[in-house]
């Protein structure tokens, strides 16, 4: 049994929740709290495997909260809240605080169905792999700055003042893919790029709106321009593009020219974006011209997808085990023979270069 203590302010949320965990065969909903300082107590006396909690509460809110878990009682822990709240960066500080998941509250497209299908689907996840994602989140959360500097400075001496200063066409494509763990592995990604790189097109598993502030957190960090992709959008040199929740994204040619389209098709491999549909349409579209990478993530999906880029003539590459937060996503497509490399993080970087240049 996944014993679960649900964390949130509104009683109709806890309701909800418990409702639906109660009804769960292969779950034990051992208790819920209205705030952190209750919810402490309970971790403590009941050892929950996996909490869901809000951000917004009073007393203490769900992101020092969250610090605090990590530190002193780490287990997985799925953020279930609004997109309106006081920082708009919120949930993804949550996921670089080492928060498993996230989940967005009821509203407006979102049902109060989707929601508890989507919450219990992310606990039985967590659970899968929660003594892994525990070492591995926290040990990157405490290397991730260090590494960010040290990759930089050695991207800068490798490279020298020959950072491709005139890419201005679309002619090759860089798609990346990502899940669990991989708003931390993209920042670090991202924060060291030069600013002049082919389009770079990105499907990171994320609720709708929440990869709306993912973008803009992405934006402060990096050298290139990255914003949530639109319907009918050209692609464009030096620019990061990533899936809305909610929306499956592909690339289609024109000419001489890619374009973004976006479609609420069927969820594979339970996800909308997914990577598989990014990819497979970067194989028909772009095909030798353009790179592939799977990030860290629960799962398989984008594993058929790079296969499918990989015999279409791109350069395939896998995230390794070591520096996977969850080495599920890249594992599928090293057995399926879609990558060409497999290749930790810190590499990846190089990778991107080296392929523009």
Not at 84 to 110: C, Q, R, W
Not at 193 to 208: E, G, K, S, T
Request: hydrophobic share 45%; glycine share 8%.
């Amino acid at each position: 049994m996944i014993k679960v203590l649900v964390v949130d302010d509104s009683a109709i949320v806890r309701d909800v929740l418990s409702a639906a965990i109660e009804k769960q065969p292969d779950m034990e909903l051992v208790g819920t709290a209205p705030d952190p300082f209750v919810a402490r107590d309970k971790i403590v006396k009941l050892k929950p495997d996996v909490i869901t909690l809000d951000i917004e509460m009073p007393r203490m809110d769900g992101l020092s909260f969250l610090e605090r878990i990590m530190h002193y009682f780490p287990l997985p822990v799925i953020i279930v809240s609004s997109v309106t709240t006081h920082d708009p960066y919120a949930a993804v500080k949550a996921l670089e605080l080492g928060a498993f998941d996230v989940v967005n509250k009821p509203g407006g497209s979102i049902t109060v169905e989707d929601v508890k299908e989507d919450v219990l689907r992310k606990i039985r996840a967590a659970y899968e792999v929660r003594d892994r994602f525990i070492e591995r989140a926290s040990r990157i959360a405490e290397e991730g700055t260090g590494t960010g500097r040290r990759q930089s400075a050695l991207l800068q001496r490798d490279t020298g003042k020959t950072l491709l200063t005139q890419v201005r066409t679309t002619e090759k494509l860089i798609a990346i893919g990502a899940s669990t763990g991989g708003t931390v592995a993209l920042e670090q990604i991202f924060r060291v790029l030069p600013a002049h790189l082919y389009p770079i097109v990105v499907v990171q598993h994320m609720p709708p709106d929440f990869t709306r502030q993912f973008a803009q957190r992405l934006h402060e960090l990096s050298n290139l321009d990255v914003k949530e992709g639109e319907q009918e959008e050209i692609l464009q040199a030096g620019t990061v593009y990533i899936a809305p929740g909610g929306y499956h994204m592909e690339v289609q040619r024109r000419g001489a020219s890619l374009f973004i389209n976006l479609n609420q098709k069927e969820r594979i491999h339970f996800q909308r974006p997914a990577v598989d549909m990014l990819f497979h349409s970067v194989a028909r579209e772009v095909g030798q011209n353009a790179l592939g990478i799977l990030l860290t993530g629960m799962g398989r999906d984008g594993a058929e997808g790079l296969l499918a880029m990989k015999k279409a003539g791109a350069m395939t590459i896998a995230q390794d085990e070591e520096s996977s937060i969850v080495w599920g996503m890249p594992r599928s497509a090293v057995e399926l023979g879609a990558a060409a490399k497999v290749l930790p993080l810190e590499k990846v970087p190089a990778e991107i270069i080296t392929f523009c240049s």
